[in-house]
């Protein structure tokens, strides 16, 4: 029997299940289907590492907590060198400023499938499910069918090295055993040591030429040991248990197209491919699966115009070709060697591999990463407006109050993917070409920060108007000056579903954010109907629908008000 759905995505691995989970938060109906039997996957070590940004957008959709009670968490590296810690080398994690997710958080992918799959039950279906879908999605890796059988090319280039990662059970006298380290070996290049979930350890390095040259695809698990042990020289190293090994070479390949024929649609490896020095792979798919996501369902439930779909591949292509870019220099020096275009700096390889981390934190750590103006989703504010965000930039977190208790709560998880001119605001929303009068109120979400202590009064009372949305106290000012925004002024801040601010206007213009909206957004009330939203009271298309909650919101309107 044939079912139909929505969206069929294939590949079942984290970034193919964060779509599933996240077009279902939007209501959208999925099917995931999967080539490899999971059960026998269960002792796959694969993506682990979790970068802040990626921490930032998963809070969002309520997983990163569960991660957070397996992952271990870090907040640095040591770096050693001939047995001794090399302090300019050593540093702790920097260009984690607006975030309260200033850490890395390595969680192996076996349970991040589990914190996906968990809140959402039946999302995989199997490779013989016969599904008849409105779009395709290819999340199934580097050696993806659906690119393949899309007519996508995949250019690129291969490295002649090979790569090792092996995770189990260890036993050392190095120093700070359980950190994130980083060892220089003469003989297997730059060293990665990462703690794991459930006491476990990830030991990565490159494969010297002869022993892929005496082995190749027959290399066996004691042989993989036996060079883990020799590259942690001077250190020991014993393996009490193996629970996942693997020998791969490093791809840099980018997909020509992120979309065929309008319909399909490609996220994660099946994409872009790079290696795992920098540890990106997961991280730069889970943003793709965001991205597409939400600008996927605005378009199923005929909210959105192409253009917004479009913007899918504009904004998430030019990042993975960074990612690339980098990644050329990192997996060249990973191995112990110089690349080309670095050799006229006259320095080590350990040297240079920092430096080029360094050079690229923003783009690492994920919260650097912005999108151009386009005129659609990211509209540059008015000129006569002062803040200090860029439109298609990340909105920044900072701790706010609620009315009454002075205990702080993070903006951020205040606003799920899901007032003085405050009243020209507020008859605008409320009048006749308002935005909840000509779109669905499903669509957008509302939050107002006051800039007042959080003292006697009604929030109410102190805008002088109805609020928008739930209302919470900037008591020290540090939200409106994170924002860059003058409490004396205020402002309309648009943020989108992933977090990124699509526009600012003045906190009088509401006609002005109409505009914003009206680019991108299609017209009438009929919408609701067509898509089975309640209207007036009334059941849409005669069934039984669940109320649409705020965490399916498109959008999500700050609206900062100022002082008062």
Same mark, same amino acid.
């Given at each position: 029997?044939?079912? $139909?759905?929505?969206?069929?995505?294939?590949?079942?691995?984290?970034?193919? =299940?964060?779509?599933?989970?996240?077009?279902?938060?939007?209501?959208?109906?999925?099917?995931?289907? $999967?080539?490899?039997?999971? !059960?026998?996957?269960?002792?796959?070590?694969?993506?682990?590492?979790?970068?802040?940004? #990626?921490?930032?957008?998963?809070?969002?959709?309520?997983?990163?907590?569960?991660?957070?009670?397996?992952?271990? %968490?870090?907040?640095?590296?040591?770096?050693?060198?001939?047995?001794?810690?090399? /302090?300019?080398?050593?540093?702790?994690?920097?260009?984690?400023?607006?975030?309260?997710?200033?850490?890395?958080?390595?969680?192996?992918?076996?349970?991040?499938?589990?914190?996906?799959?968990?809140?959402?039950? @039946?999302?995989?279906?199997?490779?013989?499910?016969?599904? &008849?879908?409105?779009?395709?999605?290819?999340?199934? @890796?580097?050696?993806?069918? %659906?690119?393949?059988?899309?007519?996508?090319?995949?250019?690129?280039?291969?490295?002649?090295?090979?790569?090792?990662?092996?995770?189990?059970?260890?036993?050392?006298?190095?120093?700070?055993?359980?950190?994130?380290?980083?060892?220089?070996?003469?003989?297997?290049?730059?060293?990665?040591?990462?703690?794991?979930?459930?006491?476990?350890?990830?030991?990565?390095?490159?494969?010297?030429?002869?022993?892929?040259?005496?082995?190749?695809?027959?290399?066996?698990?004691?042989?993989?040991?036996?060079?883990?042990?020799?590259?942690?020289?001077?250190? #020991?190293?014993?393996?009490?248990?193996?629970?996942?090994?693997?020998?791969?070479?490093?791809?840099? &390949?980018?997909?020509?197209?992120?979309?065929?024929?309008?319909?399909?649609?490609?996220?994660?490896?099946?994409?872009?491919?790079?290696?795992?020095?920098?540890?990106?792979?997961?991280?730069?798919? =889970?943003?793709?699966?965001?991205?597409?996501?939400? *600008?996927?369902?605005?378009?199923?439930?005929?909210?959105?115009?192409?253009?917004?779909?479009?913007?899918?591949?504009?904004?998430?292509?030019?990042?993975?070709?960074?990612?690339?870019?980098?990644?050329?220099?990192?997996?060249?020096?990973?191995?112990?060697?110089?690349? /080309?275009?670095?050799?006229? /700096?006259?320095?080590?390889?350990?040297?240079?591999?920092?430096?080029?981390?360094? &050079?690229?934190?923003? +783009?690492?750590?994920?919260?650097? !990463?912005?999108?151009?103006?386009?005129?659609?989703?990211?509209?540059?504010?008015?000129?006569?407006?002062?803040?200090? +965000?860029?439109?298609?930039?990340?909105?920044?977190?900072?701790?706010?109050? &609620?009315?009454?208790?002075?205990?702080?709560?993070?903006?951020?998880?205040?606003?799920?993917?899901?007032?003085?001119?405050?009243?020209?605001?507020?008859?605008?929303?409320?009048?006749?070409?308002?935005?909840?009068?000509?779109?669905?109120?499903? +669509?957008?979400?509302?939050?107002? =920060?006051?800039?007042?202590?959080?003292?006697?009064?009604?929030?109410?009372?102190?805008? @002088?108007?109805?609020?928008?949305?739930?209302?919470?106290?900037?008591?020290?000012?540090?939200?409106?000056?994170?924002?860059?925004?003058?409490?004396?002024?205020?402002?309309? %801040?648009?943020?989108?579903?992933?977090?990124?601010?699509?526009?600012?206007?003045?906190?009088?213009?509401?006609?002005?954010?109409?505009?914003?909206?009206?680019?991108?957004?299609? *017209?009438?009330?009929?919408?609701? /109907?067509?898509?089975?939203?309640?209207?007036?009271?009334?059941?849409?298309?005669?069934?039984?629908?669940?109320?649409?909650?705020? $965490?399916?919101?498109?959008?999500?309107?700050? %609206?900062?008000?100022?002082?008062?």
């Amino acid at each position: 029997m044939e079912d $139909e759905v929505d969206v069929l995505i294939c590949g079942a691995g984290p970034v193919g =299940l964060l779509i599933a989970y996240c077009l279902a938060r939007y209501h959208v109906s999925t099917s995931v289907v $999967e080539q490899h039997d999971k !059960i026998k996957q269960t002792m796959y070590g694969r993506a682990a590492m979790f970068a802040p940004r #990626s921490l930032e957008m998963l809070d969002r959709l309520d997983i990163t907590d569960a991660l957070g009670q397996i992952g271990f %968490v870090f907040r640095g590296q040591k770096y050693y060198q001939e047995g001794k810690m090399v /302090e300019h080398l050593s540093t702790p994690m920097t260009g984690v400023e607006g975030t309260f997710y200033d850490y890395g958080l390595i969680c192996r992918q076996r349970f991040t499938e589990a914190a996906i799959r968990e809140p959402t039950p @039946g999302l995989v279906g199997t490779k013989s499910t016969i599904t &008849r879908r409105k779009y395709l999605i290819g999340a199934d @890796g580097g050696s993806s069918t %659906v690119r393949s059988l899309a007519g996508i090319a995949f250019p690129g280039e291969r490295n002649s090295r090979y790569w090792v990662r092996i995770d189990g059970r260890v036993r050392t006298d190095m120093p700070s055993a359980r950190s994130f380290c980083g060892l220089n070996s003469p003989t297997h290049g730059s060293i990665l040591w990462a703690p794991l979930d459930h006491s476990s350890t990830r030991v990565g390095f490159a494969l010297p030429p002869k022993v892929w040259e005496q082995h190749g695809r027959g290399i066996t698990q004691e042989t993989v040991m036996a060079q883990a042990v020799e590259a942690l020289h001077p250190f #020991s190293l014993e393996f009490d248990s193996v629970e996942w090994w693997t020998v791969y070479s490093v791809g840099q &390949r980018l997909a020509e197209s992120y979309c065929a024929k309008e319909r399909i649609f490609l996220a994660g490896d099946a994409a872009h491919t790079h290696s795992s020095g920098a540890g990106q792979g997961m991280n730069t798919g =889970l943003h793709d699966a965001v991205n597409l996501s939400w *600008k996927l369902a605005g378009g199923i439930k005929g909210y959105f115009t192409p253009d917004v779909l479009a913007s899918y591949e504009q904004e998430r292509r030019p990042v993975a070709q960074n990612i690339i870019e980098q990644d050329r220099l990192i997996s060249v020096l990973v191995g112990g060697e110089i690349p /080309e275009a670095l050799r006229a /700096e006259g320095k080590d390889a350990p040297t240079l591999l920092a430096e080029v981390y360094r &050079r690229n934190v923003k +783009l690492n750590t994920g919260l650097g !990463i912005e999108y151009e103006v386009d005129g659609t989703v990211n509209v540059a504010p008015c000129e006569d407006l002062k803040i200090g +965000l860029r439109a298609g930039s990340r909105a920044p977190d900072v701790l706010v109050q &609620r009315p009454g208790p002075r205990v702080p709560v993070r903006l951020l998880s205040l606003i799920k993917n899901e007032a003085v001119r405050i009243k020209k605001l507020r008859d605008y929303l409320d009048g006749e070409e308002g935005l909840t009068s000509r779109y669905s109120p499903a +669509l957008f979400g509302f939050l107002t =920060l006051i800039a007042k202590a959080n003292d006697n009064g009604a929030a109410e009372e102190i805008i @002088g108007c109805p609020g928008f949305g739930n209302m919470l106290y900037d008591a020290d000012g540090s939200a409106h000056e994170s924002y860059g925004i003058e409490k004396s002024q205020g402002a309309v %801040v648009i943020l989108r579903p992933d977090g990124a601010m699509g526009t600012a206007v003045r906190l009088e213009d509401g006609k002005r954010m109409g505009m914003y909206f009206d680019g991108f957004l299609k *017209k009438g009330r009929d919408i609701d /109907e067509a898509v089975g939203i309640r209207v007036d009271g009334e059941l849409a298309n005669g069934r039984v629908e669940d109320e649409v909650v705020d $965490e399916g919101a498109m959008g999500e309107v700050e %609206v900062e008000v100022g002082a008062v």
